[in-house]
């Protein structure tokens, strides 16, 4: 679950996973860069995806250096979306 902040209002929002799965493309890059932590980066193909946590799920970010743009944006709740990052990073060091 993420919390945001409504700068107008300080009002507080929890996201679910669901929420963020349903939300625009751009309240998605919003919720990325305001409230999920950068984990680690992976090459796929010419693309580069961006691995996020957010409290309660993990937000993939892929984005292509040639374009300069974000391709898509992936959200999932399990580990198995994370079997990509096994041989490069420890769930253990993580702390999740």
């Known amino acids: 679950m993420i919390f945001l ?3 107008m209002s300080f009002q507080q929002f929890m996201i679910t996973l669901t929420d963020f799965q349903k939300a625009s493309f751009e309240k998605k ?3 990325v860069t305001a409230s999920s932590n950068y984990l680690f980066a992976r090459k796929l193909g010419d693309a580069k995806v961006y691995l996020y946590h957010a409290g309660d799920f993990f937000i993939e970010v892929y984005y292509s250096p040639v374009y300069k ?3 898509m944006i992936n959200a999932f709740g ?3 979306g994370l079997d990509p990052y096994l041989d490069s990073i420890s769930l253990r060091d993580l702390k999740i």
């Open 69 to 71: 743009k974000i391709l």
């Open 5 to 7: 902040y409504d700068h």
């Open 29 to 31: 890059c919003d919720w």
């Open 78 to 80: 399990n580990t198995t």
